[in-house]
């Protein structure tokens, strides 16, 4: 199993281009996320999906949008980027365990940086 | 919605001593609390959690504590050795029916001088 996959793994815009980050999962796992990673401030919930078809907002999502037409792969969007955006995205995914609780299993990251 | 705060957010070591990285957390409906260790330039790996029906949990050289009453949790790590240096996150299950989603720390740098 490859488990969470990203690409690419490093991308560098210029302001108000667009991009498209790919987030694929082998594990049949129903939920994903993506995040934003910056120094000093954690992991920040950018987009969620909990299903094939669904999508809902996270903590940061302005700036961002996501699509989840197939189960496995976890879409994010840049349509107009900033510099404010320039970050390490990680993608996560994880399903309900026996218990009830859901391991996240996050992907390598990309390294994005907006100039 | 769920806040979690976290101290210290760098932490120095001897080899061989113990460290502690000490978490809080706002909502008291949260019930799960993971621990997840990112070296430099890797994903987060989950290291070891808790689930708030249980007061402490260990795996050889780690251990998690949970205090429900004042809602906070902590990472404790004895014997430290240089792989343990890392950036340490702590997070909290926002709420029952949160889908899964993870409220996390800002993080703890730690480092281990030999």
């Known amino acids: 199993n490859a488990g969470v996959t990203q690409t690419p793994k490093f991308r560098v815009l210029k302001t108000g281009q667009s991009m498209t980050l790919l987030c694929a999962q082998d594990?049949?796992?129903?939920?994903m996320y993506w995040y934003r990673q910056d120094p000093g401030m954690g992991l920040r919930l950018i987009h969620y999906?909990?299903?094939?078809?669904?999508?809902a907002k996270g903590e940061v999502p302005d700036g961002y949008n996501v699509s989840r037409l197939k189960k496995q792969n976890f879409l994010l969007g840049l349509e107009s980027a900033a510099p404010s955006q320039t970050s390490v995205y990680f993608c996560?995914?994880?399903?309900?365990?026996?218990?009830?609780?859901?391991?996240?299993?996050f992907g390598p990251g990309t390294r994005l940086t907006v100039t | 919605g769920e806040n979690v705060e976290q101290h210290p957010s760098t932490l120095s070591v001897q080899e061989g001593d113990s460290a502690v990285i000490k978490c809080t957390y706002s909502?008291?409906?949260?019930?799960?609390f993971p621990w997840y260790k990112q070296e430099l330039g890797k994903r987060p790996q989950l290291i070891i959690d808790?689930?708030?029906?249980?007061g402490e949990k260990k795996d050889q050289r780690i251990a998690v504590t949970l205090n429900k009453t004042a809602k906070h949790f902590s990472l404790h790590i004895t014997e430290t050795q240089p792989e343990d240096s890392a950036v340490y996150f702590c997070?909290?299950?926002?709420?029952?029916?949160?889908?899964?989603?993870?409220?996390f720390g800002a993080g703890t740098q730690v480092v281990v001088t030999p």
């Open positions: 996560a995914s994880s399903a309900e365990g026996t218990s009830g609780f859901y391991e996240q299993y």
């Open positions: 909502d008291s409906a949260s019930n799960y």
């Open positions: 999906s909990v299903g094939e078809g669904t999508t």
């Open positions: 808790i689930r708030s029906n249980v």
């Open positions: 997070a909290a299950r926002t709420h029952p029916d949160s889908w899964g989603k993870l409220q």
């Open positions: 594990m049949n796992h129903e939920y």
